[in-house]
């Protein structure tokens, strides 16, 4: 499966931006796709996971209550809403599926990604 990121942007704290991850292929709907972000300075860190089925979802603490993950399997499309965003959460966004079930927070267990999306939250 082939992923591409889009929809990153600049934003001022507390705004929201919307990011969009399509992939191609037929099956996307059996993998979990999930987000990861690389902030400078930082290892690439987990931000949210979506089961193929929609059924199970994952944040990261640091997002909980503000991010939502969802997908559309019609549209071979998954999302993540950011709210009330923070100048912490800048960074370069990329998606990632698992084709195999794994851990939803370690990076190595996402066989397949996309190249990355850039969030600037700053006033």
């Known amino acids: 499966v082939q992923l591409q990121a889009s929809g990153g942007g600049l934003a001022q704290p507390g705004g929201s931006l919307r990011l969009s991850c399509t992939a191609s292929g037929r099956a996307f709907k059996y993998y979990s796709v999930g987000w990861f972000r690389h902030i400078p300075g930082k290892e690439r860190e987990f931000v949210a996971a979506r089961g193929g089925s929609g059924a199970t979802t994952s944040y990261a603490d640091s997002v909980k209550g503000r991010f939502t993950i969802s997908r559309d399997n019609a549209k071979n499309t998954a999302y993540l809403q950011m709210n009330s965003l923070k100048p912490e959460d800048t960074g370069v966004y990329y998606c990632?599926?698992?084709?195999?079930?794994?851990?939803?927070?370690?990076?190595?267990?996402?066989?397949?990604w996309g190249k990355g999306t850039l969030v600037t939250v700053s006033s």
């Open positions: 990632a599926a698992q084709g195999i079930p794994g851990s939803y927070s370690n990076p190595t267990a996402w066989g397949y």
